[in-house]
């Protein structure tokens, strides 16, 4: 079983910075874990990928948060983070982890993951 932890949300002023975690615990045995990725959802939108980064580090952005956002991973820790600078009241959102669970080198060859979602963090941006 996989469960993703999220933490770090809170209320900032504009122009603040705030670092987000997800943590994945695991209880049995797993054979890696894949691309991660952090999604928001703010107020009457629908959910939109902010940041994705690959097992082996490549990361990739929204245009709306390229160079204020920075998205990076721990593999010792199962953890993954965002970094994020600048913030504009338009990051307003919940934001949530999802990572790539493959449970057997066969489910990993053969692309068969598990799709984990954390339960989402609030960050309001408020003057």
């Known amino acids: 079983q996989v469960q993703l932890v999220e933490s770090g949300g809170g209320l900032v002023q504009p122009g603040e910075s705030l670092r987000l975690s997800c943590t994945a615990l695991?209880?049995?045995?797993?054979?890696?874990?894949?691309?991660m990725n952090w999604y928001r959802q703010a107020p009457g939108k629908e959910r939109e990928l902010v940041a994705s980064?690959?097992?082996?580090?490549?990361?990739t952005y929204a245009d709306s948060v390229k160079e204020r956002f920075t998205i990076s991973r721990d593999h010792a820790k199962s953890a993954m983070y965002l970094q994020m600078n600048s913030l504009k009241p338009e990051d307003t959102a919940v934001y949530y982890c999802?990572?790539?669970?493959?449970?057997?080198?066969?489910?990993?060859?053969?692309?068969?993951?598990?799709?984990?979602w954390g339960q989402g963090t609030l960050v309001t941006v408020s003057s």
């Open positions: 695991i209880s049995g045995s797993i054979d890696s874990i894949g691309a």
């Open positions: 999802y990572a790539q669970i493959f449970f057997t080198p066969q489910a990993r060859y053969s692309g068969n993951a598990f799709d984990a």
């Open positions: 980064v690959t097992s082996d580090g490549r990361s």
